[in-house]
């Protein structure tokens, strides 16, 4: 007999402390569940590569406008970074030859424009947004260097990697 109390007993615990582990793997899911509807509003995070723009032709420069842009930024005047990196392009940029695309609005379109107005062409409002949508821009900011016959040859998101490599070619 006190075999059979002791298995009855032993059988109780193992499910007594199967019972809490269930428990405790629910709690987790509904966490996990919780969790994920959260992030389902989210958009997801992905690497930019900019490379596909390479090749491509910028609209409007296959006219025969002269000087033709080198140098090309897309800003937005709702991105921080582009506020960071506007003095960068200015400093960067050479009159006549520079082109700045800022889409966006507000004061702080207009503390962008200033950034880089004296230093290159800009062009913003809906012609700039129309040439965003154009290339597929979805990041910013963007730089682009461009041959002479106004075909994409390099572009990346720092100015100074954009730089380094132009130094290098």
């Known amino acids: 007999m006190p075999f059979l109390i002791a298995a009855v007993v032993l059988v109780g615990v193992l499910c007594l402390f199967d019972l809490l582990l269930t428990f405790a793997v629910l709690r987790r899911l509904r966490e996990h569940a919780a969790e994920l509807e959260r992030l389902a509003g989210e958009p997801r995070t ?5 490379s596909f ?3 491509r032709t910028l609209p409007g420069t296959a006219a025969n406008t002269e000087p033709r842009p080198r140098l090309v930024a ?5 991105c921080d970074t582009c506020h960071e990196h506007a003095p960068v392009f ?3 940029a050479r009159p006549g030859t520079s082109l700045a695309f800022i889409t966006g609005a507000g004061p702080q379109l207009r503390s962008l424009v200033d ?5 290159a062409t800009v062009v913003s409002g809906e012609d700039a947004d129309a040439i965003v949508a154009e290339l597929g821009i979805q990041a910013f900011p963007m730089f682009l260097r461009l041959d002479a016959d106004g075909r994409i040859t390099q572009a990346d998101m720092d100015l100074e990697r954009l730089a380094e490599t132009a130094a290098t070619v």
């Open 46 to 50: 992905l690497p930019y590569d900019p």
């Open 90 to 92: 200015a400093a960067a």
């Open 53 to 55: 723009l390479i090749g």
């Open 115 to 119: 950034a880089v107005g004296g230093a």
């Open 74 to 78: 897309f800003f937005d005047a709702g």
